[in-house]
């Protein structure tokens, strides 16, 4: 009895209609919901790396470039005419006689 119920069949001028049922369609929407839902997610994470990516390369660039500076400036500061130009203004050293310099063999 509760079979003849769930399968109510309409008869119009000899065309039969019977209600649809909604399982299947309720099922295929929330799968192809979730599977776009899933997409999306996949993009915005792959979007997000892309910035992450950028910005460590930004980061390798300018460390480069400090690279660079420091070594530009190490070379300056360890000039021979510099060290000998501070030792004899800011230390007060001097040339040695010849006297001062010992030879070891």
């Known amino acids: 009895m509760s079979e003849a119920l769930h399968t109510t069949t309409i008869k119009i001028n000899g065309f ?5 049922q909604l399982l299947p369609i ?6 192809v919901s ?6 999306v997610w996949s993009r915005i994470h792959a979007i997000n790396l892309e910035y992450d990516i950028s910005s ?3 980061q390798i660039r300018l460390g480069h470039q400090q690279i660079k500076q420091l070594k530009l400036e190490a070379a300056y ?3 021979d005419t510099r ?3 501070l030792a004899r203004k800011e230390l007060g050293l001097r040339t040695p006689a010849s006297g001062q310099i010992i030879r070891i063999d």
Do not use: H, N
């Not at 309720?26 to 799968?31: S, T």
């Not at 979730?34 to 997409?39: E, G, K, M, R, Y």
């Open 16 to 20: 039969s209609l019977q209600r649809p």
């Open 26 to 31: 309720v099922a295929a929407i929330v799968l």
């Open 34 to 39: 979730l599977l776009s839902l899933v997409f």
């Open 56 to 58: 460590l390369e930004r």
């Open 77 to 79: 500061l360890s000039r």
């Open 83 to 85: 060290i000998e130009s």
